[in-house]
């Protein structure tokens, strides 16, 4: 068992700034969690607090059923990965990964044993005993791999591990990561502000954002029902393109559900705008419109060019909704009376199929 | 026009090579001359016939055999010494917060920059009252502190990744193993360049070694050497003192070739991050 929990973690450095405040989080046994969040917003300092290479200010924290809130790092039963490597320079690779176990006290032929296995488990048994400086970025990151998984420990922290790697490189470890993940089958707590990385790699995704959880679930959870308007933004590739209505409340929608034509059975709003930039990304384009309720982002695989008079088409069940608090607005009746508020907006139309009287120009 | 400035670059650098150089040659020059050869008017740049025997007359008036052994000692357990009270200060000064560690550091900084002359006589008084005067403990415990190798290593340290001493304490290893095992050798060509320059500093010392001695019995060489030019009845005879001057720097000469290899091979190891 090695479930993760924070219970009222609290962290305040000693220049006074707290980083973390009434943290309360568990992370479940043998999930893949992703820790993401824009740089400083607690995210790598929670993992350090869990590995035990930060003093908590205040609150416990539980690996299993112990609390390791005041124990030594290498007494937790963790390992962890970091983002620039930290093999050590003056050590061959079988060193490196040797340093560790002979500090546990086990026995040679047990360290032989482990050290065989894990050499073979990276694909690094022809540099067993080259110095780290003659390998390449990914073979060091390799080594650092190998030097974890050979302590065999029921939870494995990575802080950022892949940010050093090339994009190649980078989508290689991560299923490589993944697979190691399903093999081991221990925690695996991973900290990125690469939200592709989280959506596709964790099996839970923790958003964090200056110091506080902003929303947990599941990746398809966090994208498809984004508890807030950072969650919104922030998950999703490009994030949600959020507008103002009236001040007292805000409309979400993501990007590649907004349409330039109107599609069967529609009943939404519709934006008529103008394209300012047209970016290609392959199979589909990312358009800035300008609207008369502000620059919003369209995805789409339908062409248009720069200049071009279009309308941007919603449907309503692509509609979130969110509060003065940038909280998201779940009760039904709020959500049929803001939409139907919209109508209210100048130069936004509200079209029903068949119904003959919107459509945008 | 670009030949011209090169040529002239080249003329400016072979110019002071020779006023470096110039000094070692002469006095290995004067070193194998003979007495006459080396008080003659105008001075022979080269000696006509090499007179070796001025080594052996060096080395026998001198005792090289008794202070070169003085010097050793005193240099070799002065760098063991600081070896073991600087690295562990520099640690703590580079990693730890502790009460007054800014101040402490501070303190080291100031020492780095006053002049022996102003602390001699305290530390006169002090050692004596110590009974240490013509003693080994007095040439060699007191310079086991060094502000200098303190402030260095210092550096040294701070300049490696935190992310490494992590690693180690998740890999178990207490405070003294990060120390020896982790911190030492990646700072090697820094803590060895800092025990070169030991080395050539006490092995060269005269100021403290005079001051804080009065026989022969703890004496070093740099003391010795320089007795050799009040031997001759009040005629300096530069020959004998010049082969003297070879002979006490010959150990350095090998000592810094040796180590000037040792690292540049550190630093292509340790280059890494």
């Known amino acids: 068992m090695s479930a993760i929990q924070f219970e009222n973690v609290r962290k305040t450095y000693p220049n006074g700034k707290t980083v973390i405040d009434q943290l309360n989080l568990e992370i479940r046994d043998s999930s893949f969690t992703v820790l993401v969040g824009p740089s400083g917003c607690g995210k790598t300092t929670a993992l350090r607090m869990i590995a035990g290479l930060e003093d908590v200010s205040e609150g416990m924290i539980r690996i299993g059923a112990a609390n390791v809130t005041k124990l030594e790092p290498g007494d937790r039963d963790v390992a962890m990965v970091f983002q620039n490597y930290a093999i050590y320079p003056h050590m061959t690779v079988k060193r490196n990964i040797e340093f560790g176990l002979k500090n546990q006290g086990l026995s040679k032929a047990d360290i032989v044993r482990r050290l065989d296995h894990v050499i073979s488990q990276v694909g690094l048994e022809q540099y067993a005993n080259a110095m780290p400086s003659m390998l390449s970025g990914g073979q060091r990151q390799r080594i650092a791999l190998a030097r974890a998984i050979s302590k065999q420990t029921s939870v494995f922290l990575m802080d950022e591990p892949l940010s050093n790697l090339d994009a190649k490189l980078r989508n290689q470890m991560r299923s490589e990561l993944i697979q190691l993940h399903k093999n081991l089958q221990s925690t695996f707590v991973f900290v990125t502000h690469d939200q592709v990385e989280a959506m596709t790699m964790g099996t839970d995704i923790v958003i964090f ?50 349409r330039f034509t109107m599609p069967e059975r529609f009943q939404g709003v519709v934006l008529p705008g103008e394209i300012m930039t047209c970016e290609t990304l392959g199979m589909d384009s990312l358009y800035h419109v300008r609207t008369t309720m502000g620059t919003i982002l369209v995805k789409s695989e339908e062409e248009r060019e720069f200049g071009d008079n279009v309308s941007v088409y919603v449907a309503e069940q692509d509609m979130f909704f969110f509060d003065m608090h940038e909280q998201r607005i779940r009760d039904a009746g709020r959500i049929l009376q803001l939409t139907q508020s919209i109508l209210l907006k100048e130069g936004v139309y509200v079209a029903r199929e068949h119904s003959g009287e919107a459509a945008a120009r | 026009m670009k030949l ?22 002469w006095m290995i020059s004067t070193s194998l001359k003979t007495y006459i050869e080396s008080i003659q008017f105008p001075p022979a740049m080269l000696p006509k016939s090499l007179q070796f025997s001025n080594y052996v007359e060096a080395w026998v008036r001198v005792k090289f055999f008794h202070f070169g052994l003085n010097s050793i000692i005193v240099t070799v357990l002065t760098m063991a010494g600081q070896l073991f009270v600087c690295v562990p200060a520099a640690y703590a000064f580079a990693r730890k917060k502790f009460a007054l560690s800014g101040f402490f550091f501070a303190l080291v900084l100031v020492d780095l920059m006053l002049p022996a002359q102003v602390t001699f006589v305290p530390i006169y008084v002090l050692l004596s009252d110590f009974g240490w005067i013509d003693t080994y403990q007095g040439l060699i415990i007191p310079f086991t502190y060094s502000s200098f190798a303190i402030f260095f290593m210092t550096q040294a340290f701070k300049q490696i990744n935190n992310e490494l001493l992590d690693a180690a304490k998740l890999d178990k290893a207490t405070e003294l193993k990060i120390m020896i095992r982790i911190m030492l050798p990646i700072a090697k060509p820094y803590i060895i360049t800092v025990m070169l320059f030991t080395a050539i500093g006490k092995w060269n010392d005269y100021f403290w070694t005079l001051i804080l001695t009065n026989s022969e019995s703890v004496r070093t060489l740099p003391i010795a050497v320089k007795g050799l030019l009040d031997v001759g009845d009040g005629v300096n005879q530069w020959n004998i003192s010049m082969a003297g001057n070879v002979l006490l720097m010959a150990p350095i000469l090998v000592l810094y070739l040796f180590a000037n290899r040792f690292i540049k091979n550190a630093f292509v190891y340790g280059g890494i991050k």
Do not use: W
């Not at chain 1, 498809?224 to 209505?245: E, K, R």
């Not at chain 2, 011209?4 to 040659?25: C, D, E, G, H, K």
């Open chain 1, 209 to 258: 954002n200056e110091g506080r959880v902003m929303q947990t679930g599941t990746p398809k959870e966090v994208y498809n029902n984004p508890d807030n308007v950072f969650v919104a933004t922030f998950i999703g590739d490009p994030g949600m393109n959020i507008v103002s209505l009236r001040m007292t409340c805000q409309l979400g929608f993501r990007p590649q559900r907004a």
């Open chain 2, 4 to 25: 011209a400035i090169r040529i002239l670059r080249s003329m400016l650098m072979i110019a002071l090579m020779l006023i470096f150089i110039f000094p070692f040659f």
